[in-house]
C-alpha cells in the first residue's frame, strides 16, 4: 500500500484486489463516506477529500447550476456516484457529475446502472495534487463526454472524440460558452466572497449568451 498526503486530500492504493473485493469494500463502507473509490483492472484507490479540494468542488458545482439556469437546461446532478462496469473491471467515484443532455433518461431513477444507463454527461475532478489511477481512461471507457479538471488555478475542459479526451477552450454542454474562464471567478471568490462572485459569474453569462 502507497499513502500519499497533501494539504488538500489523502490517498491510499492498494493494488492485485478483485472485482469482488471491490463490491464488497463499497458495501460494507455504505453510501454515508467521504472517501472516494477508483478501480482500474486491479489497482484500487481510496481518496479523501479535505477543506481545500471539497471548496473548489463546490464552488464550481454552484457555477454550473448558474450556467443550467441561465441557458434554460435541465440538470440531474449525480454528485459522486459509483460508475462502474464488471465488464470492463472499471469504476470510480468523480468529484461531482452531471447529467444534462441526458437528463430525461434519469430523471426519475433511484439508482444508475451503466449496463442500461448512460454515464453522466459531465464530471468535474479536482486535481489538487495527482491521482496514482489513469482516471481519464476510465471515463472515457465509461463513455463521459466532457471532463472538467480544475488544477491550481487553471481549469481544464476535455471533449470525448473517438474514445480519447481531447483539450478545448469551449464546452460543448455549455452552448460552446469559454468556460476556461470560470478559473478567473474562482480565484475572485478569495477576494470578493462567494455570494459577490457568483453574482459576478451571472452576468458575465448573461452577456456571453
Known amino acids: ?33 467521504t472517501s472516494r473509490i477508483t ?26 447550476f448558474v450556467l443550467a439556469e441561465e441557458l434554460n437546461l435541465e440538470i440531474v446532478p449525480a454528485g459522486s456516484t459509483t460508475f462502474r462496469r464488471e465488464d470492463l473491471r472499471r469504476g470510480t467515484e468523480p468529484d461531482s457529475s452531471y447529467y444534462i443532455r441526458n437528463e430525461a433518461l434519469v430523471r426519475n431513477k433511484s439508482e444508475i446502472d451503466l449496463n442500461r444507463d448512460p454515464a ?8 489538487l495534487t ?10 472515457a471507457s465509461l463513455g463521459v ?16 472524440q473517438q474514445g480519447q479526451y481531447i483539450e478545448c477552450n469551449n464546452s460543448p454542454i455549455f452552448a460552446q460558452l469559454p468556460l476556461i474562464e470560470i478559473a478567473r471567478f474562482l480565484e475572485e471568490s478569495q477576494r470578493i466572497g462567494v455570494m459577490k462572485m457568483t453574482r459576478n ?5 448573461k452577456e456571453k449568451i
Open 1 to 33: 500500500m502507497v499513502t500519499t498526503r497533501a494539504a488538500s486530500e489523502q490517498r491510499a492504493v492498494l493494488r492485485n484486489i478483485s472485482w469482488q473485493t471491490f463490491e464488497t469494500m463499497l458495501a460494507e463502507m455504505g453510501e454515508n463516506r
Open 39 to 64: 478501480y482500474d483492472q486491479g489497482m484500487l484507490e481510496i481518496m479523501t477529500p479535505l477543506f481545500s479540494h471539497e471548496y473548489w468542488k463546490c464552488l464550481i458545482e454552484r457555477l454550473i
Open 120 to 127: 453522466p454527461d459531465l464530471v468535474v475532478e479536482i486535481d
Open 130 to 139: 495527482s491521482s496514482s489511477l489513469n482516471k481519464f481512461d476510465i471515463y
Open 145 to 160: 463526454m466532457e471532463l472538467w479538471r480544475y488544477d491550481e488555478g487553471v481549469l481544464y475542459i476535455y471533449q470525448l
Open 201 to 205: 459569474f451571472r452576468e458575465w453569462v
